[in-house]
């Protein structure tokens, strides 16, 4: 992106907010039943209609306030859709914009936008515009709604609303081992140059990283079985106290959705009940099911450093890629972007992998991580708090590499994610490492 100029940079990003205005009209028109944009699925989510008018006020926030330097349009209506004022389970209770309205206001504020784009001046001295990263970083917070919001539909019940592709045949070649080793030595962490990167993938930095073994692909639906088959959830040994904690109060002993079914299991997806395919990444565990499970395979989780070095560091020249094979984004190297609505078997996507052959660090389903989330030496939040900064501590676990709902340009090997150890409506699973 650094090559291109600006009126090629500003071409791009009219482009990307139509591809994901797209996405997000997708996801609350269709089959889905309209009472259902204004309820209340669970308490862990917002009504649908709220992610949409959210998405056009932060873009109202940002692109048109904030670089462009108009007025606000209807200032009474930002206090509605501040994630911080109002938590998810109260949204429903709020004069919230009905769907018409909605659509009209965020579509008003859209056209605004591609209005303003040629006034505005990516302006290399102000870090707001400069190779357009507030544009960037618009783009990537409607696409982030849109995959929460694909959570939203996977939780509610009713009718299927989402059209599911058949599985492409994909080609399968089984990663020549389980695991690797990654020999010990720094790596750069993070980025400083990354145009698209939020505050808390920067800087970069050099972090040197023991040696460790990794897995190949992260843990499929049927090592997961054997987990549950062993007891897993009822041996005390493998939880922290936290985790067993969680366990004996939500009295969960499988992932989300799964259900028994005689001897196998099903489980829901998308308003359809299924076989769980053996092979795919198992998803929909919290962070203490991934971490017992580590405990169970006498393994452990890898550290957020340990993620990304397997992922994005070359140990030819030295550099850290943006993503597992290189510097670009390439179709058909990963399960990104909600193309399928489930993660791909294990052996796909081998030409996706890392500079160690590690497989699938892109897509398919978020990495449990062992780490907190914090901010890396030097950080400093940009363009505000609430982006980041105001997570930052110890009740937070870092997921990596996307899912098969995130779009490509909301993810790369810097990007971090976050969420409560306890939760499991995300597109969650892992892999697992060890100490040499
Ligand atoms: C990075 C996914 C944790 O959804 O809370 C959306 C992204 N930030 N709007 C979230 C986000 C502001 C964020 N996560
Ligand atoms: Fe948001």
New binding site residues.
Partial sequence: AAALSEDALKELVAAELTAARDRSLGLTTGALPRPELTAQVSPLMSPLVWDLA?VGN?EELWLLRAAAGTAPMRPEIDTLYD?FEHPRAERPTLPLLAPDDARAYIAEVRAKVLDSLERVRFDTADPLTSGGFVYGMVVQ?EH??D??MLATHQLRRGEPALLDRAAPDLPVSPAPADEVLVPAGPFVMGSSDDPWAYDNERPGHVVDVPAYFIDTEPVTNAAYQRFIEDGGYDERRWWTDAGWQWRNASGKRAPAFWTREGSSWVRRRFGRVEPVPPDEAVQHVCWYEADAYARWAGKRLPTEAEWEKAARHDPETGRSRRYPWGDTWEEGRANLGQRLLHPTGAGTYASGASAYGVRKLMGDVWEWTSSDFHGYPGFRSFPYK???EV?FGPEYKVLRGGSWATHPLAVRGSF????YPIRRQIFSGFRCARSL
Avoid: K, L, P
């Fill in positions: 959210h932060y994630a917070h982030q709604h995959e929460t609430e982006y980041s997570f971090r994610n976050w969420d």
